[in-house]
C-alpha cells in the first residue's frame, strides 16, 4: 500500500463505487455490505437496510456518535462494529439486521449497569434486539457510553 493511504481510506473509496444495484439482502434481510473501515461503509449498510430498520439504524448511529466522540466504525462479516478511537481498545458493539428485529450485540454487555436483556452463549455478550418503534434511546446511549468505557473485542 502506497505511504500516506490507509486501509480506511482505500476500503472507503472501493465501497464508494458499489452501486445500489449491487446490493444484495442476505437471509433475514441483512444487507451484504463490501468489509470496510470508516463512516462510509457502515453508511452503504444502513441505507441498504430494508425498510422501518434503516431508520432504526440511522438513530442508533447518531446515538452512538453523540455518545461517543471520535466512535470507530467498520463493516465486517456483513455487520458494522462500533469502537473507541484507540484500536487497540477493540469493537464494544455490532449490529445486525434479522426479520423481525434489529439485533445490537454489546460484546461486553454483562458488565453494563443494567444489563442488556438477551442473552447469549457466551458469557460476556448480552444483546439488544429493536421491534419497530420500540427502541428505548435513553437506555441505549447509556449502555453505549458504559461498553465504550470496558475493553472490546479484538476481531
Do not use: C
Not at 81 to 88: K, L, P, Q, S, T
Not at 89 to 100: C, Y
Request: glycine content about 10%.
Amino acid at each position: 500500500m502506497p505511504q500516506g493511504k490507509t486501509k480506511a481510506t482505500k476500503t472507503a473509496k472501493q465501497t464508494a463505487r458499489t452501486k445500489p444495484e449491487q446490493l444484495v439482502l442476505l437471509s433475514g434481510g441483512n444487507p451484504q455490505i463490501p468489509k470496510g473501515y470508516g463512516d462510509a461503509p457502515v453508511q452503504a449498510y444502513i441505507a441498504a437496510m430494508p425498510g422501518w430498520k434503516s431508520d432504526v439504524g440511522r438513530r442508533l448511529d447518531a446515538i452512538i456518535e453523540n455518545a461517543v466522540p471520535g466512535v470507530r466504525k467498520a463493516v465486517k462479516w456483513n455487520s458494522p462494529f462500533y469502537g473507541v478511537a484507540d484500536e487497540g481498545m477493540g469493537w464494544f458493539l455490532g449490529i445486525h439486521v434479522f426479520t423481525r428485529y434489529v439485533k445490537v450485540s454489546f460484546f461486553r454487555g454483562a458488565a453494563l449497569n443494567p444489563a442488556p436483556p438477551g442473552t447469549s452463549k457466551h458469557k460476556d455478550v448480552r444483546y439488544y434486539d429493536i421491534h419497530e418503534d420500540k427502541l428505548d434511546e435513553k437506555q441505549f446511549a447509556d449502555w453505549v457510553r458504559q461498553a465504550s468505557q470496558l475493553p472490546g473485542e479484538k476481531m
